[in-house]
């Protein structure tokens, strides 16, 4: 099984559309939480930080499931400018190293 | 300020040569972590560094090392170079070690021929 998995997608929407990812990891001992963007050929951009309680920065809303091992990324009122790989990224306590999902990507379709 | 810079952006190496890929990380910065990113797959990790020490090391082989400088930046050596080590090869910068993210250089496009 892998340390981090997502749906590769592509998920294709239409501008406006509502739209979720999930993530599941399998290290219990996970302690950092982080959903980053990937342009096609660009670096990962830190997209946000996902925090116990669930946080929220505009559109986008992410929530941790400590129970069940998964986070998820919602976008609300998609943008043409959404379109973009999705990376899930786990980090482990007492480590320092990121764990990247394959990342899921996501088409706005105008 | 300048962020994170990468040089060179990209190369082109022939099986068994050596390749030095260099990284500066943002201004007060002290940890580097280097990732390699294969096309269709996210990132993985290879190295941390902090304060000029080796923090950690992902699963892969001794002909990959690095090392980080007084002045924090780093520099990525691989040696006899194999085609699949085409890839990515990004470089992260973090003020201690990442716990509240990463901010990524634009990576070094390495093509092994």
Redesign the interface.
């Known amino acids: 099984r892998k340390e981090?998995e997502q749906d590769p997608g592509p998920f294709n929407v239409p501008e406006g559309a509502t739209v979720a990812f999930n993530c599941t990891y399998s290290n219990s001992a996970s302690q950092?939480f982080?959903w980053y963007r990937q342009d096609c050929r660009?670096?990962?951009?830190?997209l946000m930080?996902v925090y116990s309680s669930g946080n929220e920065d505009g559109r986008f809303t992410a929530q941790l499931n400590r129970a069940s091992q998964y986070i998820s990324l919602l976008i609300r009122d998609s943008k043409l400018s959404d379109s973009a790989t999705y990376?899930c990224v786990v980090?482990a306590s007492g480590?320092?190293?990121?764990?990247?999902?394959?990342?899921t990507r996501l088409k706005v379709l105008a | 300020d300048a962020g994170v810079t990468q040089s060179p952006t990209h190369l082109i190496k022939t099986r068994g040569q050596h390749v030095t890929l260099r990284c500066s990380p943002i201004s007060g910065h002290k940890s580097v972590s280097w990732y390699q990113q294969v096309l269709g797959q996210g990132p993985q990790f290879i190295f941390q560094y902090y304060e000029k020490e080796e923090r950690g090391r992902g699963n892969f082989p001794d002909r990959f090392s690095a090392r980080q400088f007084p002045n924090y930046s780093s520099e990525l050596n691989v040696n006899a170079l194999l085609l699949g080590d085409s890839a990515l090869y990004l470089c992260a910068s973090s003020l201690f070690g990442g716990g509240d993210g990463y901010t990524f250089g634009s990576g070094t496009r390495l093509t092994v021929v």
Do not use: A, N, R
């Open positions: 981090v950092s982080f660009k670096e990962p951009k830190l930080s990376l980090k480590t320092y190293k990121y764990i990247f999902g394959t990342g």
